[in-house]
């Protein structure tokens, strides 16, 4: 069994207020997270599912953080439960939490902790739904990430975290949600991709990120957000959460470049921002159980070997014929595993010692046996979160009203619409109308609109021409894209 921390029973109530106030700022930076990865599937997506896919993000969070407070907390975390599986309804609606601190976080009050993994909770089902992305109804997934979170997330959270789970008991090392939040998610979102089927066009038509910006944005608020979910996941304000906010860091810069320099000399020699982007995304995931482990150094290897694992990875979904809309299956799951299991190759005693944890380490310690565990918590995480996923959305298909998958009319006219009736952008670009010989309309002319540009509503318009320099009247005419 892993021992996170070392205290005696007279330091059980004696809070610390720097502690509480690092995992309080942790938990709004993780809180981040959830529109970061709305932002960042919005922007790999086709315009017309951008502000569903933020919307269900967010949803989400809502969605999970009840379900947390009803009974997630203590299903998942409970420490007075004896059960290797599932923890007890002890603390459901919160009750008995309060100022005491949970086994885990003995510094901190247990109400803030609560928090800190509420946050968690509710990202893990976010990322899920990315593999289901554009072809999703909105009702069935609200009520999925409740479930979801209930049998898949809570169990095996509970396994890698609390006190008598089966993998804490065995002595897998997770710091921060390898299995938990990226295995089950990549693999759930595997679990939905096959179930629901593939997009309309998928195999003939070639999807491409309508956005590098909102794929820009959603990666820094995500970059930004880890280093309070890795770095929280100290729950103390010591070296050991600067050090793991450090490799995250590293890990991040190291991945995103080795994925744009495999993409550099695979796809014609140019560089792409959603390439880099997709690379930090893939060294954060592969350095989240190993943060509080591993030395700077080691987190450069976690880095590399997840930018390379992760990008040859999106291949998959071609040459097996499954449509992972948005690569979850790619940068969560392969990229979870790859950090699981490097994990247990570099994490070290000395490391984990800062703030009295006490490990046997991986082989860098001589400890050969922890890549044994490393990998049947991995498996077992897989297995449980695609087996369970690929059951509930069956089941939710059978139940009247709960089908998952949008009609093909929506789907044509894209999930903004058909489901939420809004549009994530007012206007399209075209191509510049001609007037004369040798300009086009200006900005004044064309409605205030900058030239190249017009709104998909235009406000009415008291002129239905405008005139050219030669004093001949033209229609005034727009086309929308």
């Known amino acids: 069994m892993v021992t996170l921390f070392e205290r005696s029973d007279g330091d059980a109530l004696q809070v610390n207020s720097g502690d509480t106030a690092w995992i309080l700022v942790s938990s709004a930076l993780v809180f981040i997270m959830a529109p970061g990865v709305g932002y960042f599937y919005s922007g790999m997506a086709r315009s017309k599912n951008a502000v569903s896919l933020v919307f269900l993000c967010m949803i989400a969070m809502a969605i999970v953080s009840i379900q947390w407070m009803i009974w997630g907390y203590s299903l998942a975390l409970s420490d007075t439960s004896n059960n290797a599986f599932i923890g007890d309804l002890n603390y459901g609606l919160l009750l008995y939490v309060g100022d005491k601190p949970h086994v885990n976080a003995p510094t901190i009050p247990g109400d803030v902790y609560a928090l800190f993994q509420c946050m968690f909770a509710a990202l893990t089902p976010a990322l899920a739904l990315g593999g289901a992305a554009e072809r999703i109804r909105i009702l069935p997934a609200v009520l999925f990430c409740f479930v979801w979170t209930t049998i898949v997330y809570d169990p095996i959270a509970y396994w890698s975290w609390a006190p008598k789970g089966w993998m804490n008991v065995m002595g897998s090392l997770d710091y921060a949600g390898g299995t938990p939040v990226h295995i089950a998610s990549g693999f759930g979102a595997l679990a939905f991709s096959l179930v629901l089927g593939k997009r309309q066009g998928f195999g003939s038509e070639k999807f491409a990120p309508h956005n590098y910006l909102n794929i820009i944005l959603g990666t820094s608020l995500l970059w930004f957000g880890w280093f309070g979910f890795n770095g929280g996941s100290a ?10 906010a450090t490799v995250t860091h ?16 695979r796809h014609g020699k140019k560089f792409s921002s959603f390439h880099f982007c997709s690379g930090a995304i893939s060294g954060l995931v592969a350095i989240t159980p190993a943060s509080g482990f591993v030395r700077p150094w080691s987190a450069l290897v976690f880095g590399l070997i997840s930018g390379i694992a992760c990008h040859f990875a999106v291949d998959f979904k071609e040459k097996f014929g499954f449509d992972d809309a948005l690569d979850v299956f790619a940068v969560h799951g392969v990229g979870g595993v790859v950090g699981n299991l490097l994990t247990g190759i570099f994490a070290s005693k000395e490391v984990a010692a800062l703030n009295g944890a006490i490990i046997k380490g991986g082989w860098m310690d001589r400890h050969w046996v922890q890549f044994g565990y490393q990998l ?30 949008i009609h093909e009319e929506g789907e044509i006219s894209g999930t903004d619409m058909a489901e939420m009736g809004e549009h994530g952008y007012k206007f399209a670009t075209i191509e510049p109308l001609p007037v004369g010989r040798e300009r086009t309309l200006s900005a004044e002319e064309n409605g205030g609109v900058p030239r190249g ?8 318009s008291n002129k239905s021409t405008v005139t050219n320099t030669e004093g001949n009247e033209k229609p005034a005419s727009v086309h929308r894209v």
């Open 235 to 244: 729950v103390a304000s010591n070296g050991r959460a600067g050090l793991a």
């Open 250 to 265: 590293i890990a991040a810069c190291m991945g995103g470049l080795a994925w744009s320099f495999i993409a550099y000399f």
């Open 376 to 405: 049947a918590a991995s498996c077992s995480g897989a297995g449980w979160s695609f087996v369970v996923t690929g059951i509930i959305l069956i089941a939710f298909n059978f139940i009247p009203g709960l089908h998952l998958r």
């Open 453 to 460: 540009i017009v709104f998909a509503n235009p406000p009415p």
